[in-house]
């Protein structure tokens, strides 16, 4: 059976709903239920050079900042780095810092692998995040799982980014990672709850048959970008009941009563019909919010308009495509409406 962690993202997939204004205050005491809770990983933010800050925030714009909400180093600390947010070569090594999450889209790859290797070299581990999983081919796939069999990377991650993964394409995936990933290296899995799959989908992964180690992230709250996350307090509980380990649930509570409840109520997060769409079409969250925002559409008319965005534009939000796309749609709506307006005029 398989040795299954939790990592938990709050402090850094959360930030998506309140723009990572965490205090350095509420910050220390969410880690510190967090580690009362004995989840194994525990992600302190971004780190980002251009958009980071110093205090009060999880979005740091110097790893030496992560140090403000540290209070000691007992816990398995990672922070996430999207690929060209930082500098690797300007990056100190942190003792408080277990590992980066290096996050990265398919045509960067070789950019990432080099990324990777600087990470390393600077004391780090590294946890793979190759976003957008499903847009990989096997044989793509494989060929990304043979170069990163060279680098000693700690974990491989599938990523289903804009939550929009059946349990089979996980199990898919997974099959073909755990039967050619070096026997060491982790497997991770990081779910969204765009089609309301990412508990099923983490509950079938840990059922797989598998030796292999299993690193699986989740938010307390479900706290996250647009629908949100796989939960911490569910999965936890699961675990608990199911894989003997051994969590405490009530910190977890207590992180929800003290702080996020209140966020909640201000920043919605969670399930909504335009996020199901945009997971049926796997395309970024952000256009079917756009489309909601314009309070005049049904859901009908968001789906047919996301239904035709471009294979080539879906991945990343583009508001000025997304406009045109409502223009379009707006002006055939009055086409249709006029014609069956004289159709019925000169029938009658």
Same mark, same amino acid.
């Given at each position: 059976?398989?040795?299954?962690?939790?990592?938990?993202?709050?402090?850094?997939?959360?930030?998506?709903?309140?723009?990572?204004?965490?205090?350095?205050?509420?910050?220390?005491?969410?880690?510190?239920?967090?580690?009362?809770?004995?989840?194994?990983?525990?992600?302190?933010?971004?780190?980002?050079?251009?958009? !980071?800050?110093?205090? /009060?925030?999880?979005?740091?714009?110097?790893?030496?900042?992560?140090?403000?909400?540290?209070?000691?180093?007992?816990?398995?600390?990672?922070?996430?780095?999207? %690929?060209?947010?930082?500098?690797?070569?300007?990056? $100190?090594?942190?003792?408080?810092?277990?590992?980066?999450?290096?996050? +990265?889209?398919?045509?960067?790859?070789?950019?990432?692998?080099?990324?990777?290797?600087?990470?390393?070299?600077? !004391? +780090?581990?590294?946890? %793979?995040?190759?976003?957008?999983?499903?847009?990989?081919? &096997?044989?793509?796939?494989?060929? =990304?799982?043979?170069?990163?069999?060279?680098?000693?990377?700690?974990?491989?991650?599938?990523?289903?980014?804009? !939550?929009?993964?059946?349990?089979?394409?996980?199990?898919? +995936?997974?099959? =073909?990672?755990?039967?050619?990933?070096?026997?060491?290296?982790?497997?991770?899995?990081?779910?969204?709850?765009?089609?309301?799959?990412?508990?099923?989908?983490?509950?079938?992964?840990?059922?797989?048959?598998?030796?292999?180690? =299993?690193?699986?992230?989740?938010?307390?709250?479900?706290?996250?970008?647009?629908?949100?996350?796989?939960?911490?307090?569910?999965?936890?509980?699961?675990?608990?009941?199911?894989?003997?380990? $051994?969590?405490?649930? $009530?910190?977890?509570?207590?992180?929800? &009563?003290?702080?996020?409840?209140?966020?909640?109520?201000?920043?919605?997060?969670?399930?909504?019909?335009?996020?199901?769409?945009?997971?049926?079409?796997?395309?970024?969250?952000?256009?079917?919010?756009?489309?909601?925002?314009?309070?005049?559409?049904?859901?009908?008319?968001?789906?047919?308009?996301?239904?035709?965005?471009?294979?080539?534009?879906?991945?990343? +939000?583009?508001?000025?495509?997304?406009?045109?796309?409502?223009?379009?749609?707006?002006?055939?709506?009055?086409?249709?409406? /006029?014609?069956?307006?004289?159709?019925?005029?000169?029938?009658?």
């Amino acid at each position: 059976m398989a040795n299954i962690n939790v990592l938990d993202c709050t402090l850094r997939d959360g930030g998506y709903v309140n723009n990572w204004n965490f205090s350095n205050e509420i910050s220390i005491k969410l880690i510190n239920s967090l580690r009362k809770s004995k989840i194994e990983y525990i992600e302190l933010g971004y780190i980002n050079k251009k958009n !980071g800050k110093c205090k /009060n925030t999880t979005m740091f714009n110097n790893i030496e900042c992560i140090n403000n909400i540290i209070t000691d180093n007992d816990a398995k600390y990672v922070i996430m780095l999207d %690929l060209g947010d930082f500098d690797i070569d300007d990056i $100190e090594y942190n003792s408080n810092i277990f590992g980066i999450r290096l996050t +990265f889209s398919k045509e960067h790859w070789k950019t990432a692998a080099e990324d990777a290797k600087k990470i390393i070299a600077k !004391g +780090f581990k590294v946890f %793979l995040q190759p976003m957008l999983t499903l847009c990989y081919t &096997d044989k793509e796939l494989l060929e =990304l799982i043979n170069v990163f069999n060279e680098i000693d990377i700690y974990a491989f991650y599938i990523v289903d980014t804009f !939550g929009a993964m059946q349990s089979d394409d996980v199990l898919r +995936f997974a099959s =073909l990672i755990d039967d050619n990933l070096r026997s060491d290296v982790k497997l991770g899995f990081h779910a969204h709850n765009n089609l309301q799959l990412a508990y099923s989908n983490a509950i079938a992964l840990v059922k797989m048959s598998s030796n292999r180690e =299993l690193i699986i992230d989740s938010s307390v709250y479900g706290m996250g970008r647009a629908a949100g996350n796989l939960n911490t307090e569910l999965f936890a509980d699961y675990l608990i009941k199911n894989f003997n380990k $051994e969590y405490e649930i $009530e910190p977890l509570l207590d992180i929800i &009563d003290n702080f996020l409840s209140m966020i909640y109520k201000e920043n919605y997060w969670g399930y909504s019909v335009p996020h199901y769409i945009s997971g049926i079409y796997n395309c970024h969250p952000y256009y079917s919010s756009y489309l909601a925002d314009k309070k005049e559409l049904s859901a009908k008319d968001i789906e047919n308009i996301v239904k035709n965005i471009s294979e080539t534009k879906k991945y990343e +939000f583009d508001k000025n495509y997304i406009e045109k796309l409502y223009v379009k749609h707006n002006s055939n709506k009055a086409i249709i409406y /006029n014609y069956e307006f004289l159709k019925r005029h000169i029938s009658g």
